[in-house]
């Protein structure tokens, strides 16, 4: 792409795995192709060709983990260790945790750490405190259920991971609990990046929101230099 232009744009298109991941293929576009938004606000900035390809892959990066991270915290949750005197009826998952968290029982989850550091190496910091906590500024960020994972006791496999007792719950009785989440991750996602300065872009993110094609703008900050991080958690 010529980096003499004032703002470059690229289309994302991604392909969701089933598992939580994300595959990403770009493709460099025209403005022909794809036309520019407008913005009165707008500051050229020429990105060198290493800048304009460091960007194109955090962009990946960030909204891979941000895929994640709603799956996470409001669609899927992850599986779960029963509690002893599980039936059919009234305690699918067994006695309800005297802490109120069932132990993870993800192999790729095992620990708060590790949910922790994905979310603070995919957001800014104000924004990564509400999303663990679930908070904004006394009231729930994302959902009614308070905060929905936290650290447990070690168990006898390691694990320290604990999930929200009516999180979990609710997730076990409908396994269709994601149907009703307005955006619709499996459909074509695009991307237009804009470089404003050598430490952020505007990134105006086109999904599937309850059936409609829908623009999602947020900003990609490089943090003092520890890396590239998102402003806002893309969810609604």
């Not at 802490?99 to 104000?126: C, H, I, M, Q, W």
């Amino acid at each position: 792409m010529n980096s003499s232009k004032s703002a470059f744009i690229a289309t994302i298109v991604v392909a969701l795995l089933a598992i939580a991941a994300a595959v990403f293929a770009f493709r460099s576009v025209s403005g022909e192709e794809l036309p520019e938004i407008p913005d009165d606000n707008f500051t050229a900035y020429n990105p060198s060709q290493e800048l304009e390809d460091e960007m194109f892959r955090e962009a990946e990066r960030l909204i891979t983990n941000n895929h994640t991270i709603v799956r996470l915290f409001l669609t899927h949750g992850v599986p779960v260790i029963k509690e002893p005197y599980a039936n059919t009826t009234d305690r699918p998952l067994g006695n309800p945790p005297e802490d109120g968290y069932f132990y993870s029982a993800s192999p790729t989850f095992r620990t708060f750490e590790e949910v922790e550091e994905l979310v603070r190496e995919t957001f800014l910091p104000d924004e990564a405190v509400r999303i663990i906590n679930n908070e904004l500024d006394n009231e729930p960020y994302f959902s009614d259920y308070g905060r929905i994972f936290g650290e447990k006791r070690e168990n006898r496999d390691g694990v320290t991971l604990g999930i929200n007792e009516k999180f979990a719950l609710d997730l076990y009785r409908n396994p269709y609990f994601s149907a009703d989440f307005p955006i619709n991750w499996e459909e074509r996602v695009s991307l237009n990046l804009t470089a404003l300065a050598a430490d952020e872009c505007e990134l105006r993110v086109t999904l599937t929101v309850n059936g409609e094609p829908t623009v999602i703008i947020r900003r990609m900050t490089n943090y003092f230099g520890e890396g590239w991080r998102l402003d806002r958690l893309i969810y609604e």
